[in-house]
């Protein structure tokens, strides 16, 4: 998997699309992290930073990956799944590199309004999963893993929790005469499901270890063990065209 990782990330590099993580650290550095005085707004902003370029850079290196040279070298890999652990480690790669740059810009450019070195690497583990959030949950929505009838499986799984609370306000007031008890057990369902995943953002951002946090971190771990098993699955059983 080591000379796939290398030859992905070149791609991505000599692709000149790295230019817009580039581009989006000199944003947040200049334009965020140099006008925040309050260090938990900056480690919340650096934290955000980290899930949406892992979203963006997951999208980017599968769309390349379905070029007909890209599914070519993948065929003659020994298994398919090794073309997505090396589009994962060089996603993780690019975006922990990313977050690194811009946490040494921000301690130059606004050094007494950042969180402590200590913070930051407390919330490391919390960040590193979300990383790996971000990267499975983009790449079970990319044509090169699912189906259309999949993506919009796994879109409606993650928007509807989500927007659940708008869900319930609009059925309430369009339908007053429904049954709660429905209402508070769908609730109850997507609170269950979106739980785990934002206490390892809060924790990523206040990082605080005990029983608890634990807990919700072996959740979040077994949650993403099996996506990921699901988007293997997937990724075996679809049909692959080189044009």
């Known amino acids: 998997m080591t000379p796939l990782f290398r030859i992905i990330l070149m791609e991505h590099i000599r692709s000149q699309r790295i230019l817009v993580e580039l581009i989006i650290v000199g944003a947040m550095a200049f334009f965020v992290l140099r006008n925040l005085n309050d260090?938990?707004?900056?480690?919340?902003?650096?934290?955000?930073?980290?899930?949406?370029?892992?979203?963006?850079?997951?999208?980017?290196?599968?769309?390349?990956?379905e070029q007909p040279h890209a599914i070519q070298r993948m065929?003659?890999?020994?298994?398919?799944?090794?073309?997505?652990?090396?589009i994962g480690t060089s996603v993780a790669t690019i975006?922990?590199?990313?977050?690194?740059?811009?946490?040494?810009?921000?301690?130059?450019?606004?050094?007494?309004?950042?969180?402590?070195?200590l913070t930051l690497l407390l919330g490391f583990p919390s960040l590193l999963l979300l990383i790996v959030t971000a990267i499975l949950l983009m790449l079970l929505m990319t044509p090169l893993v699912a189906t259309t009838t999949q993506r919009i499986i796994v879109l409606a799984i993650i928007t509807i929790p989500i927007a659940w609370n708008i869900v319930v306000s609009t059925v309430n007031l369009s339908m007053?005469?429904?049954?709660?008890?429905?209402?508070?057990?769908?609730?109850?369902?997507?609170?269950?499901?979106?739980w785990p995943p934002f206490s390892v953002y809060h924790h990523a951002i206040h990082p605080d270890y005990n029983a608890l946090t634990v807990l919700f971190h072996l959740i979040h771990v077994c949650i993403l063990v099996g996506v990921a098993r699901i988007g293997r699955r997937w990724f075996a059983h679809k049909s692959l065209t080189i044009a």
Not at 54 to 65: C, E, N
Not at 95 to 114: D, E, H, K, Q, W
Not at 177 to 193: H, P
Request: proline share 5%; charged share 5%; net charge negative.
């Open 39 to 65: 260090a938990q707004a900056i480690h919340a902003s650096l934290v955000l930073y980290a899930f949406l370029v892992s979203l963006y850079t997951t999208s980017v290196i599968a769309d390349s990956s």
């Open 75 to 86: 065929l003659a890999l020994p298994a398919r799944h090794l073309l997505l652990q090396a």
């Open 95 to 117: 975006t922990i590199a990313s977050y690194v740059v811009l946490v040494g810009v921000g301690m130059i450019l606004n050094p007494l309004a950042m969180p402590s070195l």
């Open 176 to 194: 007053p005469s429904i049954d709660g008890t429905i209402i508070a057990a769908m609730t109850t369902v997507w609170g269950t499901l979106l």
